[in-house]
């Protein structure tokens, strides 16, 4: 997409003094938009490339819960819809690796990492989805939850990222508006419908909730890209932001969020500009959190062996690419050489 010329990005000669870090800091405040030609600290490239490519991951590793479900979708309607659901979710991560490339990474490169357990993605991708209403709840709260992470990204300081995150943002929207219909269809239905949703949601309310990542105290990153306008807004910021939006959907819908602290708290000081309030909530299990952040959870090989056999499956078809695009240019160059 934007990587073609750029493939000298990275090898930036110039001296990263305090003034040159002075007046980028500035540009960032003055939210200027850095692009992929701009000299830009070491660092703030590596921390791109970093969120960037575990976000790419996520995007791809997080077609395959859902993708167990398209042959065995209830009706033809919800099939065509979870079908381009889940072909959304491969185009994200085709616009995301195509923005990492700018900053000097291949595409390659970050597929290796991914598959040799180096590079993370997120957390929430590694549970399995045994039941139908499973495609309802990731869409209602999985892609809920990155719609609320997202939306601040498409005001993030680096240009292809933020641009991205535009046709990301919308198309998320609808996909949490398709798993809102599925919730809502279930919630309204049968009383095994009802406890189906009910029981997807017992499972999948606390990793939603983790997907935000660490609490603000335990976050290494948060301080930094913040000063430097990737993120905008903290990982609890944004966790609390969510259970306040989500509660009175719950309600809506008749169904009981698992977690027996869950309170309405007017005092509760969110950080929102002229509004206070917010629901207080149970403890985050942290400890399973990092534990299939490390690679221990209950799907993690599964996802990692099917993106290693898609990839090696791929192999001829990127071959083919290759030899084409070959031919392609030197009978592009022998017609301008024959014009000559
Ligand atoms: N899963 C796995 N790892 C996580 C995580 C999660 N849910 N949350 C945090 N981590 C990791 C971080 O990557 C970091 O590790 P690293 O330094 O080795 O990279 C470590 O935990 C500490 O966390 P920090 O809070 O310091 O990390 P960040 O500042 O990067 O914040 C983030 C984490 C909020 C996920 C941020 O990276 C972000 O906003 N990323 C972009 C959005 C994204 O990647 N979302 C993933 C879901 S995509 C999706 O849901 C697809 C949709 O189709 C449903």
């Known amino acids: ?57 996520s995007e791809i590793i997080g077609m395959l819960p859902e993708g167990n479900w398209i ?16 072909q959304d979710e491969g185009g994200h991560g085709l616009y995301l690796y195509a923005a990492a490339e700018t900053l000097g990474i291949s595409r390659e490169e970050m597929i290796e990492q991914l598959l040799a357990g180096k590079a993370k993605y997120s957390s929430i991708f590694n549970y399995p989805t045994p039941s139908w209403a499973d ?49 809502q269809t279930l919630a309204k239905g049968s009383a095994v419908q009802k406890q189906m949703v009910q029981d997807s949601l017992n499972r999948w ?14 976050s290494t990153n948060s301080d930094q890209t913040m000063r430097w306008r990737i993120k905008r807004f903290t990982n609890d910021t944004l966790r609390q932001k969510f259970v306040d939006a989500t509660v009175p959907q719950a309600e809506f819908l008749g169904l009981t969020i ?19 309030g917010g629901y207080d909530f149970g403890a985050i299990d942290w400890d399973e959190f990092w534990r299939v952040v490390k690679g221990d959870g209950p799907m993690n090989r599964d996802r990692l062996k099917a993106r290693s056999n898609a990839w090696d499956k791929g ?26």
Not at 71 to 86: D, E, M, Q
Not at 143 to 157: E, F, K, T
Not at 258 to 276: E, I, Q
Request: glycine residues 4%.
């Open 135 to 183: 495609i309802g709840i990731i869409g209602w709260l999985v892609d809920g939850a990155a719609i609320m992470n997202q939306i601040p990204l498409c005001r993030c300081s680096y240009g292809p990222y933020a641009r991205a995150m535009v046709r990301i943002c919308k198309e998320e929207s609808f996909h949490q508006r398709q798993g809102f219909d599925i919730t």
């Open 71 to 86: 042959s065995r979708s209830p009706t033809l309607r919800r099939k065509k819809i979870l079908l381009a659901k889940v």
């Open 258 to 276: 698992p977690d027996d602290r869950l309170k309405w708290n007017p005092n509760k000081n969110t950080g929102k500009n002229n509004m206070s």
């Open 1 to 57: 997409m934007y990587t073609q010329g750029l493939l000298n990005a990275g090898t930036d000669d110039f001296v990263e003094d305090d003034a040159f870090l002075a007046k980028f800091q500035a540009r960032i405040d003055n939210e200027e938009k850095i692009e992929p030609n701009d000299d830009m600290p070491k660092a703030y490239r590596n921390t791109l490339i970093r969120q960037i490519s575990q976000h790419a991951h």
């Open 205 to 218: 309310w606390w990793p939603v909730l983790m997907m935000f990542g660490p609490s603000d105290s335990d």
């Open 315 to 340: 192999a001829w078809v990127r071959e083919a690419a290759l030899v084409h695009a070959q031919k392609s240019a030197k009978k592009s160059q022998a017609a301008s050489q024959k014009a000559a």
